[in-house]
């Protein structure tokens, strides 16, 4: 009689350990972003220590030096000069993160070919030396790698070779990275350098770069990286000795003394440093003679963090690096001899794992209870965590223990989905209700109340904050929605955010328009309070952040922001299908109006008089009654001071109140010391449109 008890148990245990293994195989590239996630956070817990001494030094090419020195590309004399430095400097090798593909156009050569001069200036441009001349005699007194680029199609001719590569004899041609073909140096500049690597790495689908290449193929020709080129320079090696499988795929490549171990491609993972600061001189230290004691025996590798050039990466810890410090950190790495590697055998390995340890979780789970084997699973994971931890810290191995557990993990749900099958029911009921909320403080008063959740609602009176973006449309129009998209989010969640500060609900999100409710679903005493504070950080908020993106090239326009209180109806609206919480009446519909209205009277916020009275200590500026349209009463409005009570702004409107023939003169001079003060540019534009006293009546909504 057990087995058919156990039968369904066993078919849902076995379809979670097929479901398992099909997705260790298949490696979808969300697998492979979740493994990439776990080996950088590996990194972040413990990065490559920095160590006691290195000969890797880093010359930024960074703003400073671009503001003292001209903008980029430099020329070649003056890079020339720069090499000079270098060589008095004691520097060993010199390696350049950068393509000079094409002669110097600042050269007197150069503009002689281009320009049509007079023969004197002709005679005198002909008699100066050639900048690419310069660099290349520069380039002969100092060891020196020069960098070429990779290309998707083919291209002669090809860089030149100054180096061997020994392998089996019947060794297959190894699996690097092919390419079509490159982009070299000036053939000047390359004769005159001692070596020549490539530049090039790819970063994974995420944008981070987390391995180099050693090596790669051009065709049928073996060619070395930037990296790889420094080091057999720096080792004073002439071969780079290959060792592969019997199928190509690479294992490992030395240089002189020292093994890389790579993966099949032949690439190299990155244990990057935490900082390189310590290593890094500004390219204009050493053009200035700064640079004394500093570089002796030293790879100097010449890059730029200048934004503007264009050459950022991104960091497995977080943030962006110059490109140049990758190939730094590579170059030291290989020196320092901590390299990470992921060896060929851990697929299988984990493979395996994965097998053996789904197949005992399948036996524990049919023949204990739930709980143990949730504890056996929890356990079994743990300790594959900790084991992949160890191999990390210990002896730099990546393996992947996410795979092997979330296969596991499929196990045990799988097998313990029948015997949960009704508890879970009612469990995934209250998540559905849950989820059709937003703010904590609604989800928190639902827990502890769940005979709320039904529909229907209750008088109460609350206060609400509105907010919306000036001109958003046009600028959607006018920006890629990427960037719009990117920017947005982060906007609103800074709004979000600071509607949770003040225990404030969200009510709804509306493009870039928001509504925050204050008072519902608990009772909020000081809720008029609440709201004004909300309103005024947000305030301060939109501005810093628009004025950043202005910045950055996005004119993100004012937000305008409006609070008010008033009696409404809250609860869940909507159906059997859709909860939504929310409040209606009169009062959401003003405060609505009054954030529009802020376009109107050139204010970022205007807040109501029942918003003023509850908030006697804040200064605020008086606007006027407004009678909005469709409304038989007015609405006093004002609008809060950015710091303290603006005197001689209440004295002019004193004057606007009173009707007197003074208040268009007082107005006039306070605009003409305040030509960015938008309320007081409104208020005289009443006044000379003949408009008196403190009654606004609009015609529009």
């Excluded at 590569?165 to 990275?177: E, G, K």
């Excluded at 596991?408 to 849950?434: C, K, N, P, T």
Aim: glycine share 6%.
């Amino acid at each position: 009689m057990a087995v058919p008890r156990l039968t369904p148990r066993l078919l849902l245990a076995l379809a979670g350990l097929l479901a398992a293994c099909v997705l260790y195989l298949a490696e979808p590239l969300m697998l492979q972003s979740l493994r990439n996630g776990l080996f950088d956070q590996y990194q972040r817990w413990h990065p490559r220590p920095a160590p006691a001494q290195t000969p890797v030094r880093v010359l930024d090419i960074d703003e400073a030096s671009l503001a003292r020195h001209g903008q980029w590309p430099w020329p070649r004399d003056l890079l020339a000069q720069l090499l000079e430095r270098l060589q008095q400097a004691g520097a060993a090798v010199v390696v350049f993160d950068v393509l000079f593909a094409e002669a110097d156009r600042s050269s007197p050569r150069y503009l002689l070919n281009q320009l049509d001069l007079p023969p004197a200036l002709a005679d005198t441009l002909e008699a100066l030396p050639d900048h690419d001349h310069l660099f290349a005699e520069a380039l002969e007194r100092q060891p020196s790698v020069l960098g070429f680029a990779t290309a998707h199609s083919p291209s002669q001719p090809r860089p030149l070779s100054r180096f061997g590569v020994r392998q089996r004899a019947d060794a297959t041609l190894p699996r690097f990275t092919t390419y079509a073909g490159t982009v070299s140096a000036l053939p000047l500049l390359e004769r005159a350098a001692a070596g020549g690597g490539a530049m090039t790495f790819h970063p994974d689908a995420d944008g981070v770069v987390r391995r180099v290449p050693v090596m790669i193929r051009v065709g049928e020709q073996l060619y070395p990286s930037l990296s790889a080129e420094a080091l057999r320079l720096y080792l004073d090696q002439q071969l780079y000795r290959i060792e592969t499988a019997s199928n190509g795929a690479v294992e490992q490549v030395s240089i002189g003394p020292l093994t890389l171990p790579t993966n099949r491609r032949g690439e190299l993972w990155l244990h990057y440093r935490r900082d390189m600061t310590a290593q890094t001189l500004p390219a204009w230290h050493v053009l200035e003679g700064m640079a004394a004691g500093q570089l002796n025996g030293s790879i100097v590798l010449i890059g730029s963090s200048a934004q503007g050039l264009q050459d950022l990466r991104f960091s497995p810890l977080g943030g962006m690096l110059p490109g140049v410090q990758v190939h730094a950190q590579a170059i030291e790495q290989a020196l320092t001899g901590s390299p990470l590697q992921r060896p060929s055998w851990a697929s299988p390995l984990e493979a395996l794992v994965l097998l053996l340890a789904g197949s005992l979780l399948c036996v524990l789970i049919l023949t204990s209870g739930a709980l143990t084997a949730a504890w056996i699973a929890a356990i079994a994971i743990a300790a594959l965590n900790i084991a992949a931890w160890w191999a990390y810290s210990r002896h730099g191995l990546l393996l992947d223990a996410l795979t092997p557990s979330i296969g596991l993990l499929l196990v045990y749900l799988g097998a313990s989905l029948a015997r949960h099958r009704a508890s879970e029911y009612q469990q995934r009921w209250i998540r559905d209700a849950f989820s059709r909320y937003i703010s904590p403080n609604l989800v928190r008063h639902l827990v502890r109340h769940p005979e709320q959740l039904q529909l229907g609602g209750e008088r109460r009176y609350c206060s609400f904050v509105f907010t919306d973006i000036t001109d958003f449309t046009t600028l959607m129009e006018s920006h890629s929605p990427e960037r719009v998209v990117g920017m947005l989010n982060e906007y609103l969640e800074g709004l979000i955010q600071i509607a949770f500060r003040h225990q404030g609900t969200l009510e709804r999100i509306v493009g870039d328009g928001m509504a925050i409710l204050f008072s519902a679903p608990l009772t909020q005493a000081d809720h008029q309070v609440r709201a004004l504070a909300c309103a005024l950080e947000i305030r301060s908020f939109t501005r810093a952040h628009a004025a950043v993106q202005h910045a950055a090239g996005i004119p993100l326009g004012r937000t305008r922001i409006s609070a008010h209180s008033g009696e409404v109806v809250v609860g869940n609206f909507g159906g059997a299908t859709l909860f939504d919480y929310r409040a209606l009446g009169d009062a959401v519909n003003v405060a609505a109006r009054l954030e529009s209205l802020n376009r109107y009277l050139g204010t970022d916020l205007c807040v109501s008089e029942a918003i003023r009275v509850a908030n006697p200590d804040v200064p605020m500026r008086a606007i006027g009654d407004v009678l909005l349209k469709g409304k038989t009463q007015p609405i006093r409005l004002y609008e809060p001071c950015e710091t303290a009570i603006d005197s001689d702004y209440d004295a002019a409107y004193r004057l606007l109140a009173s009707e007197h023939d003074q208040a268009a003169d007082a107005f006039d001079q306070l605009s003409a010391t305040r030509p960015d003060d938008l309320l007081v540019r409104y208020q005289l534009q009443r006044l000379r449109a003949g408009q008196r006293g403190e009654c606004i009546t609009l015609t529009e909504k």
